[in-house]
């Protein structure tokens, strides 16, 4: 007869290859079909309530690899809390105003100039709304479950009320202001700028000394010396009003051939060296406090620089004497108001000079500087001039430089509850730690934060001006704003005049005739996202504030983390989340950043269609994701056989599973097979580390221990001794049903224990999974670590054995390489324990033979030619027997049987009793 019939061989329809880029939309149908999101809600309900909140990706453009990464770590965590006993729904989404959404009407030949503001606005929605659509097909590709059909988008009425709320009660308490104040400035946006919107890049400057002539001592001074200022910015000398020096400096006058000079004493050295002065002698020493309100004459203009004292300069670089425009820069503006300098700024919102600068009118600010810089030297007063490439601040959309300009904004008083602020920082949980600080030291610098844009798309700033041109906002007229724009939209507010935007019968003693105006800029998007603690968290009955987490990219420090907790804390006194977990960027397999220039660029969509989202979704659990984390075709390959790996795992487990019902064929722990209890307790040691490694959001932990699992418990061990039980003995032979056991407990629980991250291939093998009922792994919870008889004593006597093992494993290896066998079936082992504790081992395991996958073993007290190891010496020798057809053992009783001579007496019995040949 064929022997091959007669083995019970592993039997599944859960196919070897994944197939995913095919199964996956599949699946997800399903997921939608059967309002998979509703039905865990529905299930979980009535648990502690977990919040993760959804930072708000911005509606622009197909999703990148760092939307992969934030989407992906979400999902893990919100799936993983909802098989941990908590109640966690998940509510997406979009940012959606904002400056790139204009750039890409105007790309796609939208003419702005021929339609009215609420027109252009109503194109900026339609355009955002198709991105929103967009970006949700592709998140819902990666796998990721959240109420997609109710998501929050800052354009929505409810979400446009809210933010109006909060920017009230936020000027209720007196932290919004008008002011004139040099705020950074994008020429190529035409727009304030937040610090959160600039970045750093380099760039090329020339590097001036100018020279400013004493005019008036004040008694202290000679008339004869010159100041000497550094700077990197020429255009800016038009605006100068003063030369700051620190009161606790020393101050010299330094002869030299051309003059008498003013620099700080500590850099004498270096501005000797860069003026090329030979011989400088100093004449004589002042204190910087004695230098206050000397006079010294402007190099261009027919007016004098006022010398005053300041902080702010210091002696890293430059002279020591700073040139000062308070039009111009943050520091320059607060020395100046406290000697009354004119806040001046002759550069437009374009960047170019207005009639303010005589001589440079019309001029763009960056090309004036060759022209400021000849004029300087045609009267004199270039000492110096070169160009240095240095970091410079840029506009993070346009790529281009900004500028510091003076100009009226909007701004919120960070510093009035900043204290308040740091507080909230301390109680937050940091994960990494660093974030604390980092946001911390932001907070503690800040003082004011620009909110006002000049645009076209975003909520309108909600302020009225009397005839008189004084702000009006008060509760009323902000509660029917928001009550308009949750009716209407905030696109009534440009669709309306100012008096019928008022409450009915408004009156303000500031229009007496009943003549308003309305303010015409909007607000920075950072406040727009940085107001959904409200509209969101507060405002959606099944969440609530503060949050348990927010989780972004470590940008949003100076983002959405800082606008969140600002307008938090001003409004409710308390931060709106309770931990917060930040990742890093995705780079190129060297470490690079991403660049469609470079050619280095891994997109999403393209991973998910060669490979499938659960590879995407391994490499994210792969990574260590709170430093930068690298991508390439190489790594996602690694990722790929690791994935093989646990699916065929999956595959095997399954297949030993056809003829097991739980029902009736499970073994209660204690009935187990010493070696099959053995693994059961791997396995909960396994459970206890994923469970831990969820909890602290340690994913990449998770990846490696179930891959080591597979590997070396079960593929190494396990599953390769198991199928000269599992294939061979009879159908209920008590050893195989163990076994088959185990294997049960194995795959429903690494099912359970993987659902979060490979969530396609888990829902998959959970169809395949006898006795369950679920209709989707997600409707389950994770497995709890079972407790184990005897444990201690269970896991030291076979850890033992598996390093006995492997000493017995290296002498097999050798043997085969000398030719002594092939196979390691055609092995006997001759084994001798080195210890006492070793030899009690081996006496007391059964079926040794089988544990080492060898036809024969023994345990002797010496063998003469054995090879020391670590645990034992080992000798291998060529077993003497026969093969077995059926099971392929070396046994010297084959043909014992008559009915069966080619068999050995196991088989031939395991034959004649089952198969009745």
């Not at 999101?37 to 453009?61: C, I, S």
Request: glycine letters at 6%; charged letters at 30%.
């Amino acid at each position: 007869m064929n022997y091959k019939d007669t083995l019970l061989m592993p039997k599944t329809e859960f196919p070897m290859r994944g197939n995913l880029p095919n199964r996956e939309p599949k699946m997800q149908q399903q997921w939608e079909d059967m309002n998979i999101y509703e039905k865990v809600q529905e299930r979980t309900e009535g648990r502690p309530l977990f919040v993760l909140h959804d930072g708000p990706p911005y509606a622009n453009g197909d999703l990148h690899m760092g939307h992969a990464l934030n989407k992906v770590l979400k999902d893990f965590i919100v799936r993983y809390k909802s098989m941990a006993g908590f109640h966690a729904p998940y509510v997406p989404g979009w940012d959606t105003h904002g400056l790139p959404i204009e750039q890409a009407l105007a790309k796609k030949k939208v003419n702005r100039k021929k339609m009215t503001v609420a027109e252009f606005r109503e194109k900026c929605a339609e355009y955002a709304l198709k991105q929103v659509d967009n970006q949700r097909y592709q998140f819902k590709q990666l796998g990721v479950r959240g109420d997609w059909e109710n998501p929050y988008i800052t354009l929505n009425k409810d979400y446009e009320a809210a933010q109006i709320e909060v920017f009230g009660t936020m000027a209720n308490k007196g932290y919004i202001y008008k002011g004139k104040k040099p705020v950074y400035w994008s020429p190529s946006s035409e727009s304030a700028l937040a610090e959160a919107e600039i970045e750093y890049q380099d760039k090329r400057s020339a590097s001036i000394y100018v020279g400013f002539d004493v005019k008036e001592t004040n008694g202290v001074l000679d008339g004869d010396e010159t100041f000497v200022i550094w700077t990197t910015t020429p255009w800016t000398i038009p605006a100068n009003q003063g030369i700051a020096v620190h009161p606790e400096l020393n101050y010299v006058k330094v002869k030299v051939d051309s003059g008498n000079y003013i620099i700080a004493e500590k850099l004498i050295d270096e501005v000797a060296e860069a003026l090329e002065w030979s011989n400088p002698e100093i004449v004589k020493t002042y204190k910087g406090s004695e230098l206050e309100r000397v006079e010294a004459q402007h190099p261009l203009y027919e007016r004098t620089s006022l010398v005053v004292l300041g902080d702010h300069v210091t002696t890293d670089a430059g002279t020591g004497c700073v040139h000062t425009a308070p039009g111009h820069g943050e520091d320059d503006f607060w020395v100046g108001k406290q000697y009354g300098l004119e806040v001046l700024c002759p550069v437009d919102e374009k960047g170019y000079f207005t009639d303010e600068a005589p001589g440079y009118e019309g001029m763009f600010y960056d090309a004036a500087n060759k022209d400021i810089t000849e004029k300087l030297k045609e009267v004199g007063a270039l000492l110096d001039l070169t160009f240095i490439t240095h970091s410079y601040p840029h506009d993070w959309r346009t790529k281009k430089p900004t500028i510091f300009r003076a100009t009226s904004q909007w701004f919120a008083s960070i510093k009035d509850f900043r204290e308040d602020i740091l507080e909230e920082i301390k109680q937050t949980k940091w994960t990494p730690g660093w974030g604390e600080t980092r946001l911390y030291n932001m907070v503690r610098d800040r003082e004011d934060w620009c909110i006002s844009r000049q645009r076209a798309w975003g909520v309108p700033i909600p302020v009225f001006y009397g005839e008189d041109n004084t702000p009006i906002i008060t509760e009323e007229t902000i509660q029917h704003v928001s009550d308009l724009f949750r009716e209407h939209g905030s696109n009534v507010w440009f669709e309306r005049e100012a008096k019928d935007l008022l409450p009915e019968g408004f009156t303000s003693e500031h229009s007496p005739n009943g003549t308003f105006t309305k303010e015409q800029d909007i607000m920075d998007v950072w406040f727009d996202s940085g107001s959904s603690h409200q509209a969101v968290l507060h405002e959606r009955e099944e969440l609530a504030r503060p949050a348990d987490l927010y989780l972004e990219g470590s940008d949003q420090y100076r983002g959405w983390f800082n606008s969140s907790l600002s307008t938090a804390v001003a409004v409710t006194g308390k931060a709106p989340f309770k931990g917060i977990l930040s990742h890093g960027f995705a780079l190129d397999g060297q470490g690079r950043k991403m660049s469609k220039s470079v050619g280095n660029v891994v997109v999403p969509d393209k991973v998910m269609k060669q490979l499938g989202a659960d590879i995407l979704r391994l490499w994210v659990a792969s990574a260590d994701y709170q430093s930068d984390v690298r991508i390439s075709d190489d790594i996602l390959k690694q990722v790929s056989e690791v994935y093989r790996k646990i699916r065929n795992t999956f595959r095997f487990l399954l297949g030993n599973l056809h003829d097991f019902d739980p029902k009736t064929n499970y073994v209660e722990q204690e009935n187990l097979q010493e070696v099959d209890r053995y693994m059961f307790l791997r396995l909960q040691e396994l459970t206890s580390t994923v469970r831990k490694a969820y909890d602290e959001y340690e994913f990449s932990t998770i990846y490696h221990a179930v891959h080591n699992f597979c590997t070396i418990d079960l593929s190494s061990f396990y599953l390769d001794f198991a199928k000269d039980i599992l294939y061979i003995e009879a159908k209920d032979d008590a050893r195989r049903r163990s076994i088959q056991t185990v294997y049960y407990e194995m795959v429903k629980s690494l099912t359970k224990l993987l659902s979060p991250i490979l969530s396609h291939t888990a829902d998959e093998v959970y169809q395949h999974i006898p006795g369950v009922e679920e209709a989707s792994v997600q409707l389950t919870d994770l497995p709890e670590v079972q407790e184990v008889k005897d444990h201690e004593a269970l896991k030291a006597k076979w850890d033992h054995f598996m390093d006995v093992r492997d000493d017995v494993l290296k002498a097999l290896e050798e043997a085969r390489a000398d030719k002594v066998i092939g196979k390691s079936l055609e092995a006997h082992v001759t084994v001798v324990p080195k210890d006492e504790q070793t030899k009690q081992l081996l006496e007391n395991v059964d079926h040794l033979e089988q544990l080492l996958i060898v036809s024969g073993a023994t345990v002797a007290e010496t063998a003469s030619e054995a090879k020391e190891y670590d645990h034992v010496s080992v000798l291998v020798k060529a077993h003497p027997g026969e093969k077995c057809q059926r099971c392929w053992v070396v046994s010297e009783e084959i043909g014992e049987s008559e009915a069966h001579p080619e068999l050995c007496p196991r088989c031939a019995s395991v034959v004649e009793e089952h198969y009745k040949a």
